[in-house]
């Protein structure tokens, strides 16, 4: 996908399926105004249209057909969002419409674009960099404000500038330590040496940290709910959620099986999954629940351990998961506590006491630190550029002057991977995959 076919004239529907008020064909490609001008006919012909301008006509089928009025936009080499020359016609978003546009421009020699091959275009072009056009996948896949925002910090290029200023750092280092090497005798300053490569470990150890919160903007995060029988699950679930979701009774262990609702906390996707009450018991079914709970906390991004703020306080009788990261819940604020914490947040399902607190204490562990950062790694592929990349670095802070060099070559190549201006063809090919036709 990546190299074959680049100098073929590409075209494909670019709006979402289905009966819309506007539908766009984009051509893009050497012939893409030429083979416009085949279908298009208004006061001038497309090809005769400047760069960045729009013209009204119609559009016509190879028998004279008139197939619908619209517009055709164009945009003309280097200044598309291909790098090349594009046409975009704009019709009537009918399916049957698009569906005999885009059969006349590929009889007019264009061919059916593959999944995502406009945008790889603009990568192959040097319009955007491999993060970039990950981040074009994100803003289209966008459900949340969270996702939107940090796709669109990516698209921008905040991203590449601070893998930029990483690498000048890491290079500047290289630069002093290969210095080293060549004239010992002159030795090499720690402004020149050492301190561009604290700032290096430093950028990259925030990015790194970034990871975990940049997927969870992206593709949400699972929240599991724990605790005794009884201790309020259910309650605090329907209260998140704003609806009465999961029954409600007096009656201990009701849940069973798990329940699982969407909803967006603090522009962040959570699926919230209400657990069977976790405790000892004699009954298969109720026993398989509480198992079932145990595994759910230990594959959850997120756990509230509920505990019953007005019965005297009983630990779990089963431990979490190691690693589990937690939030305690004291429930039932609105009635006379039998005990206090200050480690745990005080929430009443029936007044809405504490559930601001909740909403932002969920906010804070889903994406701590990383929540006030300007550049994200959303991807996995982004995440373990940034981890190899780290790790040389750390390394070259350890070694003598001739291992440390490899070190450092070795970062750089890992941030080469991470913005993509150096990868395997394979790994764009990946990146690719999961585009849609169009874009």
Same mark, same amino acid.
Request: aromatic residues 4%; charged residues 25%; hydrophobic residues 45%.
């Given at each position: ?8 004239? %590409? ?31 208004? &006061?001038?012909?497309?090809?005769? %249209? ?56 590929? $009889? ?61 750092? %890491? ?21 020149? &040496? ?11 150890? $925030? ?32 209260? @998140? ?115 601001? $607190? ?8 889903? @994406? ?28 070259? &802070? ?42």
């Amino acid at each position: 996908m990546t190299r074959s076919g680049l100098t073929d004239t %590409i075209a494909a529907i670019a709006t979402a399926p289905g009966s819309a008020g506007v539908g766009i064909v984009r051509v893009s490609g050497p012939e893409a105004l030429t083979v416009a001008d085949g279908i298009f006919s208004g &006061r001038r012909t497309p090809s005769r %249209i400047r760069g960045g301008r729009f013209v009204f006509g119609q559009l016509i089928a190879a028998d004279g057909e008139v197939l619908d009025e619209g517009l055709c936009l164009v945009f003309r080499r280097p200044h598309s969002y291909t790098g090349e020359d594009v046409a975009e016609l704009q019709t009537h978003g009918s399916p049957a419409v698009l569906g005999r546009v885009l059969s006349r421009v590929l $009889e007019l020699g264009a061919r059916l674009a593959r999944p995502g091959e406009f945008t790889l275009r603009a990568y192959l072009s040097g319009r955007l960099d491999l993060a970039q056009a990950e981040a074009v996948l994100g803003l289209v896949e966008a459900q949340t404000d969270a996702a939107r925002r940090q796709a669109s910090l990516g698209l921008s290029g905040a991203l590449g500038t601070r893998v930029a200023r990483i690498g000048a750092n %890491i290079t500047r280092t290289l630069a002093a330590v290969q210095a080293m090497l060549d004239y010992p005798e002159e030795g090499v300053p720690e402004e020149d &040496r050492e301190l561009p490569l604290q700032a290096a470990e430093q950028d990259l150890s $925030e990015l790194v940290q970034s990871a975990r919160a940049g997927q969870v903007a992206t593709r949400g995060a699972r929240l599991a709910l724990i605790g005794r029988p009884n201790v309020g699950k259910s309650s605090l679930l329907n209260a @998140l959620l704003g609806y009465e979701r999961s029954i409600v009774t007096p009656i201990p262990g009701t849940t069973r099986d798990y329940l699982e609702a969407g909803v967006e906390l603090a522009g962040v996707p959570v699926t919230l999954v209400d657990t069977a009450g976790i405790r000892h018991t004699t009954d298969q079914v109720e026993a398989a629940g509480v198992r079932q709970a145990v595994a759910l906390a230990g594959a959850a991004d997120l756990v509230l351990a509920l505990e019953d703020g007005q019965q005297p306080r009983e630990p779990l009788p089963t431990e979490l998961p190691e690693g589990a990261r937690v939030i305690r819940v004291q429930t039932k604020a609105d009635l006379e506590p039998a005990w206090n914490d200050p480690g745990a947040l005080r929430v009443s399902a029936v007044t809405g006491e504490g559930l601001p $607190e909740l909403r932002e204490a969920i906010h804070a562990a889903l @994406l701590g630190d990383a929540a006030r950062s300007e550049a994200w790694l959303t991807t996995e592929r982004q995440a373990d550029a940034a981890r190899r990349a780290l790790g040389h670095v750390q390394a070259a &802070r350890t070694l003598p002057d001739d291992l440390a060099s490899w070190e450092l070559e070795e970062a750089l190549r890992a941030l080469s991977d991470l913005t993509g201006r150096d990868v395997q063809e394979d790994v764009v090919d990946a990146v690719f995959r999961n585009f849609c036709v169009g874009k």
